[in-house]
């Protein structure tokens, strides 16, 4: 197999991949959030959130850590999940739609 073929092959995967986004499940990353007044750091380690504001601290869920669960959506593994938005299946609909 030319280099050539093999990087084309490896590219077709690729858009396989990337185009069912579910194949892939974030299990740990930090993020900074630029807030309204604050920028605020969201972390995700073993399936638990964690955030440097106030409010999570108090109530362990916070605006910041539903946001990047809003973005990263069905990459998040479901089972860590904070419910936004909230569907019966407990299956986020497409982050594609
Ligand atoms: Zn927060």
């Not at 860590?80 to 299956?91: D, M, Y």
Request: aromatic share 8%; net charge neutral; hydrophobic share 35%.
């Amino acid at each position: 197999m030319s280099m050539s073929s093999s990087l084309i092959s490896k590219v077709h995967k690729a858009k396989l991949y990337s185009d069912d986004p579910a194949r892939i499940q974030f299990q740990d990353f930090t993020v900074t959030l630029r807030g309204e007044n604050d920028t605020h750091t969201v972390t995700f380690h073993d399936g638990t959130w964690n955030c440097s504001c106030r409010t999570f601290r108090d109530e362990k869920i916070c605006a910041h850590t539903m946001a990047v669960e809003r973005v990263l959506n069905i990459t998040i593994p479901a089972a860590a999940r904070q419910g936004e938005p909230f569907s019966a299946s407990g299956v986020h609909p497409s982050p594609l739609l």
